[in-house]
């Protein structure tokens, strides 16, 4: 009789591994196939509220480490209610930490290159999903306008990166008009008299290290130490630009970013 027991329980046992393993199996491939998902261009994947949290507490940290002083010019333009467009140069592959670090709006998403998502087996696209990125593909870029154009109809707003890379030398690229085209088209679709803005913003680096511009951490290590100067421009309502073409209002965000970049560089560093 206790024998029958010990086997009936190591057969009990057997099949509880048995269901286990097959459990972890099917929650590996779900992981696979939603990290795969969140490297699809357009793809909008799920936020997290307490990942945000974290990571922006991280970024703030880091940019700290490895930036020094931040300074903000105009931060009150990050406080107005409603659908916005935030279109920041890109001269370094601090930019996107340095813009997490300061923003607090909720229902914000980022316009990523996928590439940037890749990595740590499908965790690093997961992590930033949840942080608010989704992919785009810059080979398939019209990929990405119409979930961008839902997202703002929808009340978020976006970081979009209107160059469209990195420039090398920080000196400010014409701006593509992928963010125009995204805001006049959602703002057809709202009822009249609502508003979506466009506020540029300027982030210059007072000390840079132009080789390693688009690269990670580790090897940019604390060469771009010497204090960063985020300047917020003013909302460009995009109703003042409806019958115009989108690149009319992509040029006054364009020369707002000039402009405010010139002025840091005259102010020099926050440190001082």
Sequence with gaps: MGRKRLQMKFFCFRSCIARLKAKIAQWKQEFRDYADK??????????????????RQLARILVFIQLGRLRVIGKENLKHKGRFIFCPNHSAFFDAPVLYAIMKRRNLRYMTAFEEMRGMYGLKAV???????????????KSVIEPAILMVVDGQSLVVFPEGKISATGECLPFKNGPG???????????????????????????RDNETAGKGFGASGFKWRGG?????????????????????????????????????????CPCD
């Design 228 to 268: 960063v100067t985020v300047t917020i421009g003013k909302p460009i309502w995009f109703d003042e630009y409806v019958d115009k073409d989108p690149g009319e209002i992509m040029a006054v965000a364009h020369k707002f970013v000039c402009q405010a970049q010139h002025r840091a560089q005259q102010l020099g």
């Design 38 to 55: 969140c490297l699809q261009s357009g793809y909008v994947p799920a936020t997290y509220i307490g990942v945000q949290f974290i990571t």
């Design 127 to 141: 992590i930033m999903g949840a942080m608010g990125c989704f992919p785009v593909d810059r080979t398939k870029g």
């Design 181 to 207: 085209i995204i805001g006049q088209e959602a703002l057809k679709r709202l009822p009249n008299g609502e508003r979506i803005g466009m506020i540029p913003i300027n982030i210059l680096y007072h000390k």
